[in-house]
């Protein structure tokens, strides 16, 4: 079956990635046992450690959706935000056919 | 441990991106039981569904590189190129951080 993918990037002010990537390991341990969540990944950019990738794999955008209401997220969320070099831009939207990890 | 990630797409001639998409769900099945894969996402663009994005996660560079040389591999890349719609592009290099498949 197909499932919903989002890859994006946040750019943390200069010197701030290490700490944005923290928070979003840690949005990461929440996220990953969320109703339909299969994958989320996060990494530094190899050209630029302060712009941080999240990678995800979802049953459904709906699913998604859903994640950003969860306990905890919002949280993280307010913690991240002031770290950021500007508003983050929308991700890459992605029909995930296969290599889906269980 | 950190781990070696690299997300790129491949660009199919016009309306050959559901072929191309099966020729590397092939390639993702080959690879992704090589030593030091953790993941081998094929995916459709959403926006375009003659762009095929491939997101991989390795130990290491080494071990990505040495996929290439798998039995089989060569001859998937083979019925790959035809489809193209020009030169593959490099695509970005991740050092990923966490939310990796066991």
């Known amino acids: 079956m197909k499932k919903y993918g989002l890859h994006g990037n946040l750019k943390a002010q200069n010197g701030l990635g290490k700490e944005l990537a923290a928070i979003l390991l840690q949005a990461s341990a929440l996220v990953s046992t969320a109703k339909g969540c299969h994958l ?60 889906i990890p269980a």
Request: net charge negative; aromatic share 4%; no cysteine.
């Open 40 to 99: 989320y990944l996060v990494s530094t950019d190899k050209q630029n450690p302060d712009t941080i990738w999240i990678t995800e794999v979802w049953d459904s955008k709906e699913d998604h959706d859903s994640s950003l209401q969860l306990d905890g997220v919002g949280a993280l969320i307010s913690q991240a935000m002031p770290l950021l070099a500007g508003k983050p831009e929308k991700g890459l939207e992605l029909e995930v056919l296969g290599g």
